[in-house]
């Protein structure tokens, strides 16, 4: 790095493959208004201070979604690591396959499930599509 470039802020975020009973996975879409507006992701969000990574997606899930995931069970899969203009976004992904409540979108979101082996159909921002890969290779 030069003498004159500025680090990019780095944030740091959390994910879920939430994965039902089929074996299919969660999709949410932006809502307009939100950066990335339109773009398919996986369920997630900002980890709060003090907050480990697995409170806070089950904190994000519940205001996102109206569930209430269980934390022992979330299984660390594969992380992100991405150079946004402005930032530098690290995104760890866990896969969830037990909640408690109806997954429902409470942010005006769109929501989908989706195959594994589809989930390339749906666009999606850049620091999340490389996390299919792996997601295929756990679930098939």
Do not use: N
């Not at 004159?4 to 740091?12: D, G, Y």
């Not at 879920?16 to 089929?22: E, F, G, M, P, S």
């Not at 709060?48 to 209430?68: F, S, T, V």
């Amino acid at each position: 790095m030069s003498e004159t470039s500025s680090p990019l802020r780095l944030l740091l975020v959390v994910a879920a493959a939430l994965v039902d009973a089929d074996g299919r996975v969660l999709l949410a879409q932006r809502p307009p208004g939100k950066q990335l507006a339109g773009l398919w992701e996986f369920p997630g969000g900002k980890i709060d201070p003090g907050e480990r990574p697995e409170q806070a997606l089950a904190r994000e899930l519940g205001e996102e979604l109206g569930i209430d995931a269980c934390v022992s069970c979330m299984q660390p899969l594969a992380f992100a690591s991405h150079a946004y203009e402005d930032f530098h976004l690290l995104m760890p992904l866990f896969v969830c396959r037990r909640w408690d409540g109806l997954v429902s979108p409470r942010e005006g979101q769109a929501l989908r499930w989706a195959r594994p082996r589809d989930l390339r159909k749906f666009p999606m921002p850049p620091a999340d599509a490389p996390l299919i890969d792996p997601l295929i290779a756990l679930l098939g």
